[in-house]
Antibody, heavy 122, light 106 residues
Framework: EVQLLESGGGLVQPGGSLRLSCAASGFTFFTYAMSWVRQAPGKGLEWVSTISGSGGGTYYADSVKGRFTVSRDNAKNTVHLQMNSLRAEDTAVYYC???????????????WGQGTLVTVSS | IQLTQSPSSLSASVGDRVTITCRASQGISSYLAWYQQKPGKAPKLLIYGASTLQSGVPSRFSGSGSGTDFTLTISSLQPEDFATYYCQQLNSYPFTFGGGTKVEIK
């Protein structure tokens, strides 16, 4: 069974940093891209970032480009999201999701982890 | 690419046929997925490739469309289908989502 488990969320002050992790199991991790999607309280879904299976390709939403960095450790079946210069508008539940390819095209996000809450507030 | 879902919410009864539409601001071929999300839970994939039902998803769910106009149909609404539904385009980065459609009990 494919499982994704996020961790690392919490309360952080504006301007601060946080590192999220997503531990994966049940599939050949390095052959799949991984993505992060967030959902602000009471709002819809927003794609944040995608990383290719090798880690050589990374993609970001404009809203986080230059502040967030996605990486992966294929030896540990884990993907990370380093979040710097955090703002109040980054407050959200952050989900990781499995995706076959980093490239755009016929693909989908499945499954999703249970999410981890990030709250940016003073 | 912007995705516009309609309606943003609807009230329906068990057994009703429900249709949700998703319109893309430019053509996205069939690179569209639909997800279901229940309160406090992660989204769940229902349909990919605009019309391919994900394994394990009940056959009362169906998707259609290509280019810019897409629909998600629930042929006979069941109690467990009350949730929020999102479309997502995977034609090009950024992988945008529609604003969601909340299906409530009438």
């Amino acid at each position: 069974e494919v499982q994704l488990l996020e961790s690392g969320g919490g309360l952080v002050q504006p301007g601060g940093s946080l590192r999220l992790s997503c531990a994966a199991s049940g599939f050949t991790f390095f052959t799949y891209a991984m993505s992060w999607v967030r959902q602000a309280p009471g709002k819809g879904l927003e794609w944040v970032s995608t990383i290719s299976g090798s880690g050589g390709g990374t993609y970001y939403a404009d809203s986080v480009k230059g502040r967030f960095t996605v990486s992966r450790d294929n030896a540990k079946n884990t993907v990370h999201l380093q979040m710097n210069s955090l703002r109040a508008e980054d407050t959200a539940v952050y989900y990781c999701a499995k995706k076959k390819w980093a490239a755009a095209g016929q693909d989908w996000f499945d499954p999703w982890g249970q999410g981890t809450l990030v709250t940016v507030s003073s | 690419i912007q995705l516009t879902q309609s309606p943003s919410s609807l009230s329906a009864s068990v057994g009703d046929r429900v249709t949700i539409t998703c319109r893309a601001s430019q053509g996205i071929s069939s690179y569209l997925a639909w997800y279901q999300q229940k309160p406090g839970k992660a989204p769940k994939l229902l349909i990919y490739g605009a019309s391919t039902l994900q394994s394990g998803v009940p056959s009362r769910f169906s998707g259609s469309g290509s280019g810019t106009d897409f629909t998600l149909t629930i042929s006979s609404l069941q109690p467990e289908d009350f949730a929020t539904y999102y479309c997502q385009q995977l034609n090009s980065y950024p992988f945008t989502f529609g604003g969601g459609t909340k299906v409530e009990i009438k």
